[in-house]
Nanobody, 118 residues
Framework: QVQIVESGGGLVQPGGSLRLSCTIA???????????MGWYRQAPGNQRELVAT???????NVADAVKGRFTLSKNNSKKTVYLQMNNLKPEDTAVYYC?????????WGQGTQVTVSS
């Protein structure tokens, strides 16, 4: 069973930064690299939306709303994907979900709350 685990959310003031982390629990490296990882978010009353994801070709796809402020990266040796979020805005407040994709199968984490408020 694939278990996606996120961490790093919290409360931050506007203009602040947070870094989210995501891993596949108990995965070995060869398993982790088979998955295309990415971040999505869902604010109250809104649909879940793409934030940033790696593509199957290894490049990144970043939403216009966060481009220039959020950076997606990964460390294969740690089997972890990161979302560095800088210059956070109140409209970034949402539950952030990590997703692992392998073929037509998608696996979601439980989500981590990010709240941007003064």
């Amino acid at each position: 069973q694939v278990q996606i685990v996120e961490s790093g959310g919290g409360l931050v003031q506007p203009g602040g930064s947070l870094r989210l982390s995501c891993t596949i629990a108990r995965a070995i490296l060869s398993t982790f690299t088979q998955y295309t990882m990415g971040w999505y978010r869902q604010a109250p009353g809104n649909q879940r939306e793409l934030v940033a994801t790696f593509t199957s070709g290894g490049s990144t796809n970043v939403a216009d709303a966060v481009k220039g402020r959020f950076t997606l990266s990964k460390n294969n040796s740690k089997k972890t994907v990161y979302l560095q979020m800088n210059n956070l805005k109140p409209e970034d407040t949402a539950v952030y979900y990590c997703r692992g994709a392998k073929g037509e199968n998608y696996y979601w984490g439980q989500g981590t709350q990010v709240t941007v408020s003064s």
